[in-house]
């Protein structure tokens, strides 16, 4: 990082209410869009700044608007808390001195500040049954805390986000104009989207008829999203960028996704690449804990179809911005969105040779509930 891009992240920061100091910036690297600071200050209360990746995310304001009214809603569940377990228990905006919850700079790049959560950890992949477990009940918690919400009133900030025939379009359109080189390179996962895609599209299908209901949702639910304490409990849901009307199923499957993966997102020793069903098991029971009775029965029958789903979407936008010549996410090499695609595709195949067993599970868990 140059002295410049530390010049107006000090600019930056001081933007923002906080009468703090900074003494340290540092970067996160593991997101796909926005860039991320640690800001650490005199005081010893630290923050997040992030700069929001405005070619992703075309209206800035009303993305923000969207997090913040939901930070809202969820520190409206918890009055008991004090504002310091507050902002460690939920994800907590600081305005600008101008009073908005995002700054604007000079370069015409938009940023939000958060609250630091200390003494916390986060999983890119999960090596406990017990994590899956907590992770479940956070999400589930989420969606329970959020049930009341009117999802109207967020804006569908990327639209059709999750939808598998737009995602779909875009795959194709992609594969018109790729080289032929990334098209042979591509070759056998371009056959397996096509094998998959009838069965791809039901969840929208059901959504669109209006069998499966609206209700807020966070839309990237991947685990590396949800902090727990050092015991490893639940502590609180991050990056909430995406929060918007959706199905219960993307948070589901996103998360079912990356913690049900034995290997990271883009682990290219494919053989490492299997889908964890005892993790599965545990992530859906402290799901379903939390839900109480907010999911009606379609919805929960359709669960496992929405884990399948999520994991293909993925698979096909990485494997379409890989043949748009990886224009969208954050790449560290060339072949890198290629391989993120078959990573996930492989996951695919392994979920679908444990399927009867998720199915039975799925299930008993369910009936175990009732
Ligand atoms: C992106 O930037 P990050 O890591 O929060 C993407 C998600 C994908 C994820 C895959 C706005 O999220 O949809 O699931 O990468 N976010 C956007 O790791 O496209
Ligand atoms: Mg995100």
């Not at 992240?9 to 996160?28: C, K, P």
Request: glycine share 4%; net charge negative; with cysteine.
């Amino acid at each position: 990082m140059g002295v410049d891009n530390n010049q107006i992240i000090t600019e930056v920061f001081n933007a923002f209410l906080h009468n703090s100091s900074l003494v340290g910036i540092s970067e996160f690297s593991s997101g796909h869009i926005n860039d991320t600071y640690f800001i650490q200050t005199e005081e010893q209360t630290d923050f997040v700044l992030q700069r929001i990746n405005s070619d992703v995310f075309k209206n800035v304001p009303e993305l923000v608007s969207n997090k913040v009214k939901i930070s809202k809603h969820l520190a409206s569940k918890v009055p008991h808390l004090t504002e310091q377990e507050l902002r460690r228990a939920v994800l907590t905006f600081v305005p600008t001195l101008a009073g908005n919850y995002y700054h604007l700079d000079a370069q015409g790049n938009f940023w939000n500040l958060t609250y630091y959560i200390a003494d916390s950890q986060s999983y890119d992949t999960v090596t406990h049954k017990e994590i899956a477990y907590e992770g479940g009940k956070l999400f589930g918690k989420f969606i329970n805390d959020t049930s009341d919400f009117d999802a109207q009133q967020l804006v569908e900030i990327i639209p059709g986000f999750h939808d598998v025939p737009k995602r779909l379009q875009q795959f194709r359109d992609a594969k018109e104009k790729a080289s032929d080189a990334r098209l042979a390179e591509a070759k056998s996962l371009i056959e397996r989207v096509q094998e998959l895609q009838n069965e791809m599209v039901l969840l929208q299908q059901l959504k669109d008829n209006g069998d499966i209901p609206t209700r807020v949702t966070h839309n990237d639910t991947k685990i590396s999203n949800a902090l727990f304490n050092t015991d490893n409990s639940g502590l609180c849901v991050i990056d909430t960028d995406t929060v918007m009307p959706g199905i219960v199923h993307n948070d589901f499957g996103d998360a079912i996704r990356t913690i049900c993966n034995t290997a990271e997102e883009d682990q290219k020793d494919l053989n490492l690449v299997n889908f964890n069903v005892a993790y599965y098991e545990a992530y859906l029971k402290g799901f379903l804990e939390e839900l109480h009775d907010s999911l009606s029965d379609i919805e929960i029958a359709y669960l496992p179809l929405g884990a399948k789903t999520i994991i293909f979407i993925m698979g096909l936008r990485f494997l379409t911005d890989y043949l748009a010549g990886d224009v969208y996410y954050k790449t560290a090499y060339d072949m890198h969105n290629l391989d993120r695609a078959k990573n996930q595709f492989k996951l695919i195949s392994s979920f679908e040779a444990q399927y009867e067993e998720i199915i039975k599970l799925s299930k008993s868990i369910h009936k175990e509930k009732q």
